[in-house]
């Protein structure tokens, strides 16, 4: 460790675990939500195509449901949408069965956000349609005996509770994935978050750039990595509606292909 760098760490700081399942399962949901739509758009997920029920729950009361097909897209109506925010962070639960005999559960929260202008033509964030000025850490996640490993739940809920406390209702964390309890408690407890992804310093430039200058040459291979992980990163951390934002190149580290990668990840997540 020296100036800003921490020491160095490798292994396993994930939560990891073993389930069975049935032969068809459910191996992941897709939730968007549809602020102007009134309505969740649900894609579950399996290697088999089958049936599915699936419903939506505020406050154990019932708001919505929908029965579909696995891998296609299908929508939860909600008549009177409660919508999510740092002041308000309301969840829904979420139930969803197979007809061949699985069941999963999982929560969801009504937000929007975008980018346009206020009434006095100046562009802003809005959540919601109102404007909210972000304010919040570059959050760096790490742990003084734990390294990238927090160490309790109770921890990473205490490490959220106390930006709350602070004032602040953003973070962006920094140059980490941090385990789904994490974003579970930025979504209870309401912390918006801009998500970073994990870059490398590579620093090999076009002839005659200055370090700062234009995009950074990467190779085929360096490349496919790069968009492999920041494929798994939308996927996996996607559904939180705390995520308002992705960062898919910290302070200029590995940034190339700028253009073409930003409008690749607009797609990965059109929220």
Not at 9 to 30: A, C, D
Not at 72 to 94: G, N, V
Not at 105 to 125: C, H, P, W
Request: proline share 5%; glycine share 8%.
């Amino acid at each position: 460790p020296r100036s800003i760098w921490y020491t160095a760490v490798s292994g396993i700081w994930q939560t990891v675990w073993l389930e069975f399942v049935p032969t068809k399962y459910v191996s992941r949901l897709v939730m968007v939500s549809d602020v102007d739509g009134k309505r969740l758009k649900l894609t579950v997920l399996s290697d088999a195509k089958v049936g599915f029920d699936a419903v939506a729950k505020l406050r154990g009361t019932v708001a919505g449901r929908v029965a579909g097909t696995t891998n296609q897209e299908t929508f939860i109506a909600l008549k009177d949408p409660k919508l999510w925010s740092p002041d308000s962070p309301l969840l829904y639960d979420l139930e969803v069965s197979l007809k061949s005999g699985d069941a999963v559960t999982s929560y969801f929260g009504m937000r929007k956000i975008e980018q346009r202008a206020d009434e006095n033509g100046i562009v802003r964030l809005f959540l919601n349609g109102r404007p909210l000025f972000q304010i919040g850490t570059l959050d760096q996640g790490w742990w003084p005996d734990g390294l990238y490993t927090a160490p309790s739940d109770e921890a990473l809920r205490f490490d959220v509770e106390t930006l709350k406390k602070l004032g602040f209702n953003m973070c962006r964390k920094h140059v980490k994935v941090e385990p789904a309890r994490y974003y579970y408690w930025c979504d209870k407890l309401g912390l918006m978050v801009s998500q970073d992804m994990p870059s490398a310093m590579v620093e090999t430039r076009p002839t005659g750039v200055k370090v700062g200058g234009d995009d950074v040459v990467f190779s085929k291979e360096e490349d496919a990595a790069f968009r492999q992980e920041l494929h798994a990163l939308v996927e996996n951390v996607g559904n939180s509606p705390s995520i308002v934002g992705f960062v898919p190149f910290n302070e200029g580290w590995g940034q190339h292909n700028t253009n073409e990668i930003l409008k690749w990840v607009k797609s990965l997540d059109p929220s």
